[in-house]
């Protein structure tokens, strides 16, 4: 059923915050797991607590995008629809096997050190696939979500991606995406937060990810992608 005309639609720019940040840090990752040693397993511990946070919210968001987004296309948007979103599924069944074919990999290299190559090289066909799904997404399903998706629903695309997130990793993943992100959007998304979550996520999210960022890639401001 086609919602009411009259509804505010989505606003679908938080969906570039997700996936700037995801490029960003799924391109720098194979070279981080190459740079360790073989054997140097307190580095391998790092850059894989990081790697498998960027898995986790990986997948939260494939999962939102699957359950919230995807059914409500293919009901309202007619052949436009059906044109694209087996294209979208199928590309999440392909980032899930180089996904589980990469977090297979990594509990061994972080405990041991060894098998970085491979692992590295499981990371790169994720990416290639990932990045394709991105830019198909923000082309063609993005518009399709501002047409057929109000801005209630779309806000609860956010909320599942929050709420599949452990509690103490919120303000970094927060911080992650706000790095790159439109300060205008940053704002919208945190709109309807209680006051003090919206004065205090921002700064929190920054001081975290430039922490993390100095800890993981050797300096507060690692390269950006753009959009
Ligand atoms: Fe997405």
Not at 88 to 105: P, S
Not at 138 to 157: K, M, N, Q, S, Y
């Amino acid at each position: 059923m086609a919602p009411l005309v009259d509804e505010p639609m989505a606003d679908t720019r938080d969906m570039f915050l997700a996936h700037t940040a995801l490029r960003r840090e799924f391109r720098l990752l194979p070279e981080l797991i190459r740079g360790v040693a073989p054997g140097d397993t307190r580095r391998a511990e790092v850059v894989g607590a990081h790697a498998a946070m960027l898995c986790r919210v990986l997948h939260n968001h494939h999962e939102g995008e699957d359950l919230l987004l995807w059914p409500k296309l293919v009901e309202r948007a007619g052949a436009e629809a059906a044109a694209i979103v087996p294209r979208m599924e199928q590309h999440h069944h392909a980032i899930d096997e180089a996904h589980t074919e990469a977090t297979g990999l990594l509990g061994a290299w972080r405990s041991t050190g060894q098998g970085g190559e491979e692992l590295a090289e499981a990371f790169e066909r994720l990416l290639t696939v990932l990045l394709e799904h991105m830019a198909a997404e923000e082309r063609e399903i993005l518009p399709l979500a501002e047409a057929h998706v109000t801005a209630a629903e779309w806000h609860r695309l956010g909320e599942h991606g929050m709420e599949a997130t452990p509690k103490q990793d919120l303000p970094l993943v927060f911080g992650m995406a706000m790095y790159e992100g439109d300060p205008e959007v940053v704002k919208a998304v945190l709109a309807t937060a209680p006051l003090p979550v919206r004065l205090i996520v921002p700064v929190l999210g920054r001081r975290r990810y430039a922490s993390h960022a100095r800890q993981v890639h050797g300096t507060t401001t690692p390269p950006r992608v753009g959009r």
